[in-house]
Nanobody, 120 residues
Framework: QVQLAESGGGLVQPGGSLRLSCAASGSIFNIKAMGWYRQAPGKERELVTSITNGGNTNYADSVKGRFTISRDNAKGMVFLQMNSLKPEDTAVYYC??????????????WGQGTQVTVSS
């Protein structure tokens, strides 16, 4: 089992920056990929960015050039650095991990979510 603990989030003004952290515990050596999703009120959940255990990254077009995903494998952590924040970035942000065990190779776990509000 893999558990995720998120920190960060809060209120920030447009143009500001915020850094989210996610710590994984449990079977961290079975992790295949980690990523960040977000869901705004009345909208569907969307993938913001992801990183594989090989280091390949993907970003949604709406955040390219502004957001950066990074990881610290020794500490079992993944981060989301958000710069030049816009009001449309306001959402609940969720950490996500894909992992496998001996019998199943496509399991997933979610963090509890953290609110990011961009407003003046």
């Amino acid at each position: 089992q893999v558990q995720l603990a998120e920190s960060g989030g809060g209120l920030v003004q447009p143009g500001g920056s915020l850094r989210l952290s996610c710590a994984a515990s449990g079977s961290i050596f079975n992790i295949k990929a980690m990523g960040w999703y977000r869901q705004a009120p009345g909208k569907e959940r969307e993938l913001v960015t992801s990183i594989t255990n090989g280091g390949n990254t993907n970003y949604a077009d709406s955040v390219k050039g502004r957001f950066t995903i990074s990881r610290d494998n020794a500490k079992g952590m993944v981060f989301l650095q958000m710069n030049s924040l816009k009001p449309e970035d306001t959402a609940v942000y969720y950490c996500h991990v894909r992992w496998g065990d001996f019998l199943r190779d496509d399991l997933s776990s979610w963090g509890q979510g953290t609110q990011v509000t961009v407003s003046s």
